[in-house]
């Protein structure tokens, strides 16, 4: 369907999403968690066996797919279709944090958006999954706090 109709895509990955969805609305998060399994680095695992880590992510799921699952399948879209906006038009600092192992957004993902978004701060943690945030939160808002926001090059400076 691409890249000539992406919104018949979107239609299609979003119902894709539906049975995550449904699991989402269930009580507790081994549900989701297990959807996920096949698509988890071993860090992401370990993370995942912590009580509070498995109901955050769980609850994550939920948020993002409770209006819907059209948000997920032009997300879907997103990476392998053409976008519909200039990201050379992005004038405010970006970080991008990305973890070496992760399996959701692969490495090919992280290297286009640094090389078209400018002014793009590129960190990438070794042996770290999807769910890096878990991990390195702290260091996250660090580098947004500390960024200096009359200079957007210096965004992410670590």
Do not use: K
């Not at 299609?12 to 989402?24: D, H, K, Q, R, Y």
């Not at 999954?129 to 992410?156: K, N, R, V």
């Amino acid at each position: 369907m691409l890249p000539h109709d992406p919104a018949a895509a979107a239609s299609a990955f979003a119902a894709g999403f539906e049975p995550l969805a449904e699991l989402s609305r269930e009580p507790g998060s081994s549900g989701v968690q297990s959807a996920f399994q096949d698509l988890l680095s071993s860090r992401d695992r370990e993370l995942l066996e912590d009580r509070q880590h498995a109901a955050a992510f769980a609850d994550t799921v939920r948020e993002g797919l409770r209006p819907g699952t059209s948000g997920a399948g032009w997300d879907n879209v997103s990476w392998i279709g053409d976008w519909d906006i200039d990201l050379s038009a992005v004038r405010c600092p970006v970080l991008l944090w990305y973890g070496s192992d992760d399996r959701l957004c692969l490495p090919a993902h992280r290297v286009w958006l640094s090389e078209n978004l400018p002014h793009t701060r590129l960190v990438v943690h070794d042996g770290e999954g999807h769910l890096l945030i878990y991990d390195h939160l702290g260091e996250m808002l660090d580098a947004l706090t500390e960024a200096d926001t009359q200079d957007p090059a210096s965004a992410g400076r670590l």
